[in-house]
């Protein structure tokens, strides 16, 4: 037990939490994009998945569950290794330079936030309906597009998957690296699969805002 406390305490031990917790969070945005993406099959089936989903209690609340405590974790987890970082050098730098980092990774920090704030209008929004003006626990599809189509929030909803994309593709490229995955030889296949992550989550998720806006679902 002490060996673990040790090792969950270490640097190692931080970003093994962190691309664990990433992990179950970029399987369930998956899952998530996909679910959205049936708007485009019409209201029925979309309101038939979240009915479908709503009916598995246990395995609902249980991803719930899980979800947040892997979202608790991997907060504490970057919290705790920018902290390191801080304390290792506590004389700033005259002048921030960042010749091997990307710009990916210059978001984490930001763009983390912004994702925090927008899980929790999103939750508010969707999910519990308490800002909605007219919601409804059955027709999700009229939520989402009563919800959407107000153009500062799609606005909002966009900008928030850019900073999903930059995450997703610093998040994959770090968990290859955390898992021992460094040998130049596969830097390709982290670059594809991360550039693929980052590309297609958000882009699923972003053309439904856009497809609101223009008018291609209504």
Do not use: C
Not at 86 to 91: F, G, T, Y
Not at 96 to 116: E, K
Not at 129 to 141: A, L, Q
Not at 176 to 192: A, E, I, K, N, S
């Amino acid at each position: 037990m002490t060996g673990l406390r040790q090792f969950l305490g270490s640097t190692i031990g931080k970003k093994v939490v962190m691309a664990v917790s990433g992990l179950v969070w970029i399987g369930y945005v998956v899952v998530h994009m996909s679910g959205n993406l049936l708007a485009y099959a019409g209201p029925s089936a979309i309101n038939d998945w979240a009915a479908f989903l709503k009916s598995t209690l246990p395995l609902l609340w249980g991803t719930r569950i899980l979800l947040v405590v892997a979202l608790v974790v991997h907060v504490q987890a970057a919290y705790s290794l920018k902290r390191l970082d801080r304390l290792s050098r506590p004389v700033g730098y005259t002048r921030v330079q960042h010749p091997a980092s990307t710009l990916a990774s210059r978001m984490m920090g930001w763009g983390g936030v912004l994702l925090l704030v927008f899980l929790v209008y999103h939750i508010l929004e969707l999910t519990i309906g308490v800002v909605h003006p007219v919601f409804s626990h059955t027709d999700v599809y009229g939520n989402l597009v009563r919800y959407l189509r107000t153009w500062w929030i799609g606005l909002f909803y966009l900008v928030a998957m850019v900073a999903l994309a930059a995450h997703l593709y610093h998040g994959v490229w770090s968990m290859f690296q955390t898992v021992g995955v460094v040998h130049p030889r596969y830097d390709r296949l982290r670059r594809t699969v991360a550039t693929l992550v980052a590309i297609v989550v958000p882009v699923g998720f972003a053309s439904i805002p856009l497809a609101i806006l223009f008018g291609l679902l209504r």
